[in-house]
């Protein structure tokens, strides 16, 4: 059996001239992800939906995917039908057996009819359904104003009807914004901000430091997992993981130690642009939040991109550790994040830190350390998954 899901577009209306290829990347992300499950399946999209058309026993994958899917506002699976008076109030008493069965009381009609020609009116059409679902299912209660569930009914090329539905993701087809390196940590922070990113309609690729042996290889193993669960909303990620040993060594030995988590950021601002502009981002993008933590200051985020030309995105400047949380749930990354492997941050951190570092200071002794050479080093061989 072949069913049908209805996607409709979020965001796109704004979009004025832009929008035909907002809606062809749409359509071009869909039929990537798609084809992972089936080559075959198709996808049309008319009168501002987009309808795929698979078998059922693909529903569970195609379901998985339009969850993570960026640029829809809302997903319904649908019954099809001929545009006829008699086919579509079947399907209607169908869907009110089905939401009866789910133990739904009270219900609503609502129908749209892009296609003039079929001969009721969308009120009339309503006015028809709601009889027909009521006289065949005779516990379910017509209610206008407050109904558990909604029986809706479009007109279009064909007939739709289906209820419930589920929101989707919002946001700006991913690929319509230019590519944006994200700095990963094995944190909270930093995937939601790579969601959010995506969501705008960037690509993300994203960069990782470690300090093997010093951290743990599941500590990596983390961010591996928080890079494809992010990828999973952001058509894919390429991952870079650079060694960041040495770099780290020689802040921890040759530094005050007040001040190393700024000239580490430093660092990881400088290799993090050199990996950017080869491969074409045009940004970074950090899960850095003001004030969270002493690195967070104004003063200290203006040292650590400092030496840096590219502008550093950071979605997650406003919002609190809470809505941050919140957000890391919804998206499914939250439990991940808090395994307790420590990152290469907290080792070295010092209980003390330098909370208002002065741009100029920062750089005098970041420049004293000659760091150049150490992060030439790692940035020569990085992991790429
Ligand atoms: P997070 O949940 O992102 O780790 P956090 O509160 O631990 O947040 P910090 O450790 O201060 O924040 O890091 C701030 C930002 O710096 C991170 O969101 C991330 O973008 C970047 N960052 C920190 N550590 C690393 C790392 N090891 N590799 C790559 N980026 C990092
Ligand atoms: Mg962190």
Known sequence: MINTWLLKPAELILKGENRKSFEGTLKNNIHILLSSVDRNIKIKFTSGR????????????IENILNH?????????????????DTVLRACVEEGRRLFNNGIKTFKIEARRTDK?????????????????????????????????IIKIEIREKAFVYSGG???????????AGRGMLLLSGGIDSPV?????????????????????????????????????????????????LNFTKVQMKIKECAPFSWTTILLRMAMMEASEKTAKKNNCKCLITGESLSQVASQTIENLTCSQSRISLPVLR??????????????????????SIQPYQDCCTLFSPPHPVLHGNTEEANRI????????????ALQNPEFI
């Open 315 to 336: 979605p997650l400047i406003g919002f609190s550790k809470e809505d941050i949380i919140k957000k890391a749930k919804q998206i499914g990354t939250f439990d991940t």
């Open 193 to 241: 901000a790579g969601f959010l990113m995506a969501a705008r309609g960037m690509n993300i690729d994203a960069i990782h430091f470690h300090a093997y042996p010093y951290t743990s290889l599941e500590a990596k193993q983390k961010v591996i997992c928080l890079a494809k669960l992010t990828g999973m909303y952001c058509m894919r990620i390429r991952l870079y993981i």
């Open 50 to 61: 987009y309808y795929i058309h698979a078998p059922c026993e693909y529903s569970e994958k």
């Open 69 to 85: 899917l960026i640029g829809i506002s809302g997903w319904v699976k649908t019954e099809t039908c001929e545009k006829k008076e």
């Open 366 to 377: 970041y420049e004293k350390l000659e760091l150049e050479p150490l992060i030439d080093e």
């Open 117 to 149: 020609s079929f001969p009721l009116t969308s009120y009339e059409l309503c006015c028809k359904a709601g009889d027909a679902v009521t006289n065949a299912v005779s516990s379910l209660v017509v209610d206008i104003h407050n109904p558990q569930d």
């Open 166 to 176: 589920k929101k989707g993701c919002g946001g700006l087809p991913v690929g319509t």
